[in-house]
Structure formats: C-alpha cells, structure tokens
C-alpha cells in the first residue's frame, strides 16, 4: 500500500469515527426533547426491539414496554405539568459496531405551588449502543440517581475504559 492509500484508510477510519461519535451524540440528545414531547413511538424506536431501559424505579424491556411507559398517565403528568428530561453531552467510546456513552441527565419539573422549576432527579446515565443495518440504537441505558450511591459514579466511570486510576491526592 502506497503512502497516499495508507493516509487515506487512515483519514476515512478518522471519518468513519467522527460520525460514529457525532450519530451516537445525537441520539442520546434526541431523547429529552422526544420524550417531554410525548413522542412514544419515537422514543422507543431509539432502542432495538429487544433492548433495555433500567432506570431505578423501573425496568423497561423492549420497545413496546418504553413506548407504553411514555404513554402512561404518570409520565403524561409530567408533560402536562411541565417537564424537562435534559440530557447533557454524552463521553462516546466507539469500538467497531458496539459503543457505549456515558453522561448526566437532570429531570426538571415545574412546581405545582407556583414555585417555578425544580430539579426532581440528577442521574448518572450509562448507554450501550449497536450500529445496524439502519443505524445505532440503545441495546441498554441504565439510570442511577446521584444521591450518595457509589453504583452511580461507578456507571459514568465506566465510560472510560482506558482511564488511568490515580490516588486522589494525584488528582490535585
């Protein structure tokens, strides 16, 4: 292989990545937006058939059981209340047709008193993703909330499979 044709494999697996990344970025971010907009069908087509969603008080398994779960009257509640599901920029790790992303997501809800918006749940949010024939989508997205758990820090860690454990004192 010749020096340009080496450049250029390695320029179309740079590529190749970057869109990885950015496809997968807005997935994740699709999901506030689609979910505060009631849009059952498309929140749940962000899974694959099988896939799970596992949020602490609840565990969704396939799409049909995350569409009916935005459907639901509690989560129509929300909406109706006003609601917020803010997702923020997710740490994407690509390793060929699997990849996994790890962010936080804060669920902000309007006050029923007048008392304007309030965080309701601040989790740490941990994201296994597919690409298929159509695409990437969710094989899993597991929520904790962040109250003190250590599962909750050690989900987002997770994120960073090459991270380089330090002593804390290192950190400063």
Do not use: K
Request: overall charge negative; glycine content about 10%; aromatic content about 6%.
């Amino acid at each position: 292989m010749s020096d340009i044709e080496q450049r250029l494999a390695g320029l179309e697996e740079r590529l190749r990545l970057i869109e990885d990344e950015l496809a997968i970025t807005r997935l994740v971010l699709s999901y506030g937006p689609l979910v505060d907009s009631g849009s059952a069908d498309a929140v749940a087509a962000m899974w694959e058939p099988d896939g799970v969603y596992d949020v602490d008080e609840l565990v969704m398994n396939g799409r049909e059981e995350i569409a009916a779960m935005v459907r639901s009257g509690a989560h129509q509640s929300w909406i109706s209340g006003g609601c917020a599901h803010v997702v923020g920029a997710p740490h994407v790790t690509v390793t060929g047709d699997d990849a996994v992303a790890v962010c936080y997501s804060l669920m902000i809800v309007n006050g029923v008193d007048g008392s304007g918006f309030t965080v309701r749940r601040a989790t740490a949010n941990h994201w296994r993703l597919h690409r298929g024939p159509g695409g990437w989508t969710v094989a899993t997205r597991t929520n904790r909330v962040l109250d003190g758990r250590s599962e909750s820090p050690e989900l987002l860690a997770s994120g960073f499979p090459h991270r380089e454990e330090r002593p804390a004192d290192a950190a400063r």
